[in-house]
Each structure stands twice: as C-alpha cells, then as structure tokens.
C-alpha cells in the first residue's frame, strides 16, 4: 500500500516538475527564422561549438562557421549572435542555430544602410567569374559581384587586374537586391567619387588669364588635350597654338 502511495506521490512530482519545466520553456519564447544570443558552453576542438540558447537542447555550431581569428578568440562563456533556423529538426528533434548565417545577415543590413548613405566599403576581389568577379566583404561575412566594368575608370587587363585580388580594395554598393539577397558594388565608383572631388580641389586655383603648366596628352586636328595636375584635361584649340 505504501508503494502505490510512494508511486502517486512520486508521479505527481514528476508531472508538476514536467509542468514547470514547460512553462520555463514556453517563456523563453524562441522563435524561428530570428537571430538570438546564445551562450558558448563548450569548445570542442576541431568538431564543434556548444552554445546555451535557453531552449530544450543546447545546439553545436560546426567550428567551419568560424574564421581561425575567431575561434583564436572564443571562450567559454562568451554571448555571440546566431540565426534560429529550427527549433526542432525533423532528424534529431535538437535546436538548429547557424553562426555564419547570423554574420552574413548583419553584414547584408550593413551593406543596405552603406547603400542608402553612399558610403564606400571595403571589399577584397577573390574570384573571376563570367561577366566579372566576386568580392567579399566583412571579413568574408557577405559576398557580392563586381562587374568587370565597374573594377576600373579604364579598362584592366592581365598584370593590372591581378594586383587587384586579394588586397582591400573601396566599394560602393550599387544596387541590392533584398528580395534573392544579392548585392552589386563598384570601384569605379569610388574612383570616380575621388576623381571629382580632386579636379574640384584644382580648378578652385585655376583663374582666367592664369599662365599654368599642363602636359599635352593627345593631338589631332582641331587641336590638343593637356592635363593639369595629372587631374584636370584641357581643350587647346587649334585656333590657339
């Protein structure tokens, strides 16, 4: 008799526990599809990162999502972001997070805002592609494409073209595509940008009737282009020389 009375007692502390274990749980209210904090737990070298997102498992992030400068930084304890992709997977039942997916979605909402402002970035060209190249940016958080006619104000080719890749390089953001996730960017643009703003800087100290120092680049029939500065091109008319 005490036995069934120890059993009821025992199940109904069992059930209680159960209840309030899925209360805490309903009021950490994950959602899927948002970035979260999560908690780093553990560090399994060369496998796994195990973090704490204050769900019903403790989700392991592959160590690939992470650059080796950062896992050089990691630490147990450490909160970092990740993207909740489900809370339950259809094979193992366990939480599914992605590190690399929460950087590439911060990186995205950063090139959005550099867009909007005009603000250059900075990119490194990694890959020809057809049509043009492949960039990254943020720390290869974000990839984007750069056409050919935009790596340059002039036409690059071989040895040029190759000094380029793999070195930081500025970029504007030329257009977005936030529907499919796909950004465009430019160097040339930026060059262009500087381009003006120099040549504006030199014709503030040109004035009519000014003797000035020019470099004759081309001539032809109705007479010759010189540059000023290495910035400014001007017209001499054949009417003048």
């Known amino acids: 008799m005490s036995t069934d009375k120890e059993l009821a007692i025992r199940s109904a502390e069992q059930a ?44 392991m992030i592959p160590i690939s999502e992470f650059t080796e400068t950062e896992l050089s930084k990691l630490k147990v304890g450490d909160t970092i972001q990740c993207y909740l992709e489900r809370i339950e997977s259809f094979r193992s039942g366990e939480i599914v997070i992605s590190y690399e997916k929460a950087k590439s979605i911060a990186a995205f909402e950063k090139c959005l805002e550099a867009y909007k402002n005009k603000e250059a970035l900075t990119a490194v060209i990694k890959t020809r592609i057809k049509g043009g190249y492949i960039a990254s940016l943020f720390q290869g958080a974000i990839s984007a494409f750069l056409p050919q006619s935009h790596l340059c104000t002039r036409p690059l080719r071989g040895a040029a073209v190759d000094k380029l890749m793999n070195v930081p390089v500025l970029v504007h953001v030329v257009r977005a595509d936030v529907a499919r996730g796909n950004l465009s960017i430019s160097r040339k643009s930026v060059l262009e940008q500087d381009r003006s703003a120099e040549v504006a800087e030199v014709i503030k100290d040109l004035k009519v009737g000014s003797i000035v120092d020019t470099v004759c680049k081309t001539i032809n029939s109705w007479g010759a282009f010189c540059q000023y500065k290495n910035s400014v091109d001007i017209l001499l008319h054949v009417s003048q020389m």
Do not use: T
């Open 16 to 59: 209680k526990f159960a209840k309030l274990i899925e209360e805490d749980f309903q009021d950490r209210s994950l959602s899927e599809n948002k970035i979260i904090k999560a908690k780093i737990i553990e560090i399994i070298q060369g496998k796994y990162v195990i973090v704490d997102v204050r769900g019903k498992s403790e989700p």
